[in-house]
């Protein structure tokens, strides 16, 4: 069975003005579909095949860079795209927003973290928000296409929200100033979807 690249849950437009339609269209269409079609012709034929996108991630071999790039590039971006609505922005409540709190303090000091997590990556990479069993929250960063599913890389636990940093997410709205496309990602941001995946993963 090979991995298909999912439609986005709105259109190319959606996420305007804080995400332009053609970063979008070219991130979904050309820079996801690459990972998809290179995990699925990394995999065909190997014992990976048939198992889940996560499987795959949490008994990763490092030293498999064709799998960690493509299946870390697949496995991101999907998260990334549900992570975001036309309708977010604001703060999580109930459980999520309790646990914020309690990582944090409150939740400009979430924001602020999670923010510089992104903004201090070096190169390209991605931020996360991630749950650990016991419910509890913690933020970090990731080169390339890495995610804390994998063999210690980051965190740990597992990503509820994610942020990419990588030039192709932004460059061509924001060119250098990643910064300002951080500060936008704030008013996208689907925090049901978020909160959801914080209870299935706690
Ligand atoms: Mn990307």
Redesign the pocket.
Known sequence: MAFNLPDLPYSFDALEPHIDAMTMEI?HDR??AAYTNNLNAAIAGTGLEGQSIEEIMKGLDMNNMAVRNNGG?FY??CL?WEVMSPAGGGQPGGALGEAINSAFGDFNTFKDTFSKAGATRFGSGWAWLCVHSGGKVDVCSSPNQDNPLMPGVGCGGTPILGL?V?E??YYLKYQNKRPDYISAFWNVINWDEVAARYDQGK
């Open positions: 991130h820079h996801h590039g991101n971006h990334f990419d990588w192709h997410a």
